[in-house]
């Protein structure tokens, strides 16, 4: 089932192991995705938004809990002379305004612990274009989305960290328009992320808004990547939303010497595998990039793409055929130096600048999908990712409407960044129970990773394997089944369980498959200086670090390190003060940017390779 085909439905099925058969969701209708959309030309919305708080949700939901598409979102104006009828308790044009992007958090004062409905309101001009279609493109918004334009409800979106397209083409018009979209950032016990998490709950419109014009017929997806096996083929399709069949595609690569047309089947898809010259793969050392040009009917589109191969042989990851060792941090999208949601340029070349300054060559974007920026610069920088949907710990796995949500979600994540070489695991979860509910929902989870592409590694982070005997043994079934490639393991010996000069003496029993740490670490306040066994201290978090590294180099099948994490961040649950303030201090870095002592231990050893192997 391809994900994105605007007028089919798909059915989000899930096996109930407690009826032990399958029960089916309601049908969820495919909505466009505009992959790529960052290449195209389009009309910003970024900038001062007016903005009205709705903290008991009355503009929002009626009595029964229904969208309101009366009140707000009509945008009307208090009478002030005349009449009562007409009147509104609301007013746009004289409210504060709020950046876009960004997150409501740390921009109001007021509402830096506030979680609920915000209201969005801007004003703008277009001029709609004669045999075009026009979508509004929100990047994210945290968590569940309504959108009017000039007063039509256009769509609505649940989940904060994947982009989307609303067509509103019917609804704009000639000259002055104007979009209200709310943003309602509760957290639900059947959402996901579910009601906790170690992360702060960022409010808002928090990435870029723009206005999308593309043909009648456009390109809305396409997948362009180098076919297993080859280092001289590229295989893959192109899909036309809205084209005839028959209607002529044709994929370029002019510096590959690649040019080929094929035509688009009944369901607009068009596949293709074409020769080209011989490819300069895409790796750390050479992030090389390819410009792809798509052309169908009327769109055109280009892209930048590298082409390389991703698997594993036995418990070695292979990249472009060669073993290789994923040497990296664990990154939030928490903003450096000022907190708040990654949004801008200057965010992502931080991080990245940090990452590049620590020798590594890999970054897992914890624990949802990051800003399009991140993998763009991953792309350009030669950083590989691991990416992750938001299944963080309990949710609802029994529930059929919450595997619906994951399968959206998913799908959102993978349709984004299937074209990025980067991108080498998609992650389905991070530290969930054992249960046979959770097993079979990430297994079938898994499978869909696989369905919608099969040229990346799936994985998942599994918490500290339980100790039976002398060894610490991983034995969850979901990480000893073929579901997954790559093993990830969170551990945190030294630190929440034994003290870290015990660590040495650890023994692990993991399953048979390339296990990457993909989290591992310990507290430290930047400046908090002391002996070696004071925990908070600078010294303390390299002395973990140094002893989990004499544990960890007797796993033979390690084949990365992702410390948790490179930065502190923000989180609701971290509450010692003048330790913590608020803050997860695991980082290397501390938030305002100051390098603690555990950063320059990793960027020895990732530069002189002195621990892990990569065979």
Partial sequence: MRAGLSKVGVYAAIFCCLSGAFVVAQEQPLKTLLVGQDHRLSTSLNGDWHYLVDPAGRGLYDGSGKVRDSGYAQNKRPVLVGERNGFEEYDFTTAPTLKVPGDWNTQDPTMFRYEGIVWYQRDFDYQPKADKRTFLR?????YRSYVWVNGKRICDHEGGFTPFDCEVTAAVKPGKNFVVIAVDSTRLADGIPGLNVDWYNYGGLTRDVALVDVPKAFVDDYDVHLKRGTTDV???YVHVEGGAEGTPVTVRVPEAGVSTTVKADAAGRAGFEVSAKKLDLWSPESPKLYKVELEAGQDKLSDDIGFRDIRVDGTKILLNGKPVFLRGANAHAEAPYRTGRVSNDKDVAAIFGFLKDLNANFVRLCHYPHDERMTRMADR??????????????????????YAKAQAMLGEMIRRDRNKASVILWSVANETPTNDARTEFLTKLAGEARKLDDTRLITAAFLQPHKVGDVHLMDDPLAVSHALDVVGMNEYVGWYSYLPAQADDVKFQLPEKPIIV?????????????????????????DFYKHNFVMLSKIPQVRGFAPWVLMDFRSPTRNIPLLQDGFNRKGLISEDGKKKQAFFLFQKIYKDGSEGKAE
């Fill in 518 to 542: 993909s989290e591992f670490g310990s507290e430290a306040k930047i400046g908090n200086h002391g002996d070696k066994s004071q925990r908070w201290t600078e010294e303390q978090q390299v």
């Fill in 381 to 402: 920088q030669g950083v590989m990712v691991w990416s992750e949907i938001p299944i963080w710990q309990h949710i609802s796995y029994e529930k059929p409407e919450v």
């Fill in 234 to 236: 590229l295989t893959g």
């Fill in 138 to 142: 929100v990047g994210a918004a945290n």
